[in-house]
C-alpha cells in the first residue's frame, strides 16, 4: 500500500480530523485511555515581501520579514483538549517541525507561552488545563538515538530524597511532561503498540524524490493504524491532496531559502556591528587613557604648585624672622646708644 508522508502538516490534519486516530496517536504516547478528544489546529499563513537590502537595524528587517511568495502556505499548530477516563482534563500542544530552525524553536516557546496563557471553556467553565507537548521532529537530535521518548517530571522530597507520589493542581498547572518524537529515527519495529504508531511516520521506501508518498509494507493488525493507513492512502493517491503536500513542500522549501538568505544578512549586521563596538571600545580606551595621563599631568603640576607655595611661605617665614631679628639688633643699638650716652653725661 502507498501512503502519503504523514510529517506535513495537510496531511497530518487529515490523520488528526478522525477521532479514533487522534486518540490512538494521543492515549499510545501518553500511555493513557482517553475518553474524549476534541482537535483545533491553529493556523498561521505566509504571504507577503522581504526587502533584504533594508539598511537599518535587525528590528527593522524583521518588521518587513513577510515572505514574497506566489503562494499562499498554511502552517498548523495542533491544540487537543482530551479528557480520560479518569475524567481529567489535560490540553495537549502537538507540533511538527521539519527542520532544525532556531527561529522555529523561539516559535515553540511563543507559543507554548501564549497557551499556558489561555483559559479552556470546560464544562462552561474557564479553566487553566494542564499542558503536555508533543513533538514530531522531521530531523534528528545527535544526543538522544531513540525514536521515541518522554520527558517526564516527578515530585522528590529535598529533605527525605523520597519521591512524593500525591500530586498537586498548583505544580501541575505550572510545569508539564513532554513527549519527543525522531521519525528520521524509526527503524521499522513492528512488535508494540507504540511501534506500530511510529510505522506511520517511518521516513523509509519512498516511491518518489520528494518523499511524499511511500510504501507501507507492514502487516496491519490494528484498527487504528488500518483507519489511518487508509486516510494516508487516499491523501497520497487523490491528485487534488497531493497537489496540497506539494504546495506545502514548495512553500517550506521557498521559507527556507529565503529565510537562510535573512539569517546571512543579520550574520553579516551582526559581524559589522561587532567590528563597530570593538572599534569603538578601542576609541574609548584611548580616550580613557588620555584621560588618565592629563589627570596624572595635572596632579603633578598641582603638587608641584604645592611645593612652590610651601617654599614661598618658608621664604616669607625666613624674611619674617630676618626682619624680626633686625628689629631686634635695632632696639639693641638703639639701648647700646642710650647708655652710651648716659656715661658720657655722668662724667
Known amino acids: 500500500m502507498v501512503i502519503a508522508n504523514p510529517i506535513y502538516d495537510v496531511v497530518f490534519k487529515r490523520l488528526m480530523e478522525n477521532e479514533k486516530v487522534a486518540k490512538f496517536f494521543i492515549s499510545t504516547l501518553l500511555e493513557q485511555n482517553i475518553e474524549t478528544v476534541e482537535l483545533k489546529p491553529q493556523e498561521y499563513t505566509y504571504q507577503g515581501q522581504i526587502d533584504y537590502d533594508d539598511p537599518n ?16 502556505v498554511y502552517r498548523l499548530d495542533f491544540v487537543a483538549t482530551i479528557k480520560t477516563e479518569t475524567g481529567e482534563f489535560k490540553k495537549v ?82 510545569t508539564h511532561d513532554s513527549y519527543i518524537v525522531q521519525v528520521e529515527r524509526i527503524t521499522g519495529r513492528y512488535q508494540t503498540r507504540l511501534d506500530k504508531l511510529l510505522s506511520i511516520f517511518e521516513q523509509t521506501n519512498f516511491v518518489d524524490d520528494k518523499k511524499i508518498i511511500k510504501e507501507f509494507n507492514h502487516i496491519v493488525d490494528i484498527e487504528e ?56 571600545t578601542l576609541k574609548n580606551e584611548a580616550i580613557a587613557e588620555i584621560n588618565e595621563a592629563i589627570a ?40 647700646i646708644a642710650q647708655l652710651l650716652l648716659k656715661l658720657n653725661q655722668q662724667k
Open 296 to 335: 596624572e599631568k595635572d596632579e603633578a603640576i598641582a603638587e608641584k604648585d604645592e611645593a612652590i607655595a610651601e617654599k614661598d611661605e618658608a621664604i616669607a617665614e625666613k624674611d619674617e624672622a630676618i626682619a624680626e631679628k633686625d628689629e631686634a639688633i635695632a632696639e639693641k643699638d638703639n639701648i
Open 57 to 72: 537595524t535587525i528590528k527593522a528587517i524583521e518588521s518587513r520579514m513577510i515572505e514574497r511568495l506566489s503562494i499562499r
Open 93 to 174: 500542544l502537538i507540533e511538527i517541525q521539519k527542520a532544525n530552525n532556531e527561529i522555529d524553536l523561539m516559535r515553540f516557546r511563543n507559543y507554548l507561552a501564549e497557551q499556558y496563557k489561555k483559559e479552556d471553556l470546560i464544562n462552561h467553565e474557564k479553566v487553566a488545563l494542564p499542558l503536555t507537548t508533543i513533538y514530531i521532529l522531521g530531523f534528528k537530535l545527535p544526543e538522544i538515538l531513540s525514536p521515541c521518548l518522554k520527558v517526564e517530571r516527578y515530585y522528590k522530597d529535598l529533605i527525605t530524597k523520597n519521591i512524593i507520589e500525591t500530586k498537586s493542581e498548583f505544580v501541575e498547572k505550572l
Open 225 to 280: 493504524v488500518k483507519i489511518a493507513t487508509d486516510i494516508l492512502h487516499h491523501s497520497g493517491t487523490n491528485t487534488k491532496e497531493k497537489q496540497e503536500i506539494e504546495i506545502e513542500q514548495e512553500g517550506i522549501r521557498t521559507i527556507d531559502a529565503l529565510t537562510g538568505n535573512l539569517r546571512s544578512k543579520v550574520l553579516k549586521y551582526m559581524k559589522e556591528l561587532t567590528e563597530a563596538e570593538k572599534a569603538l
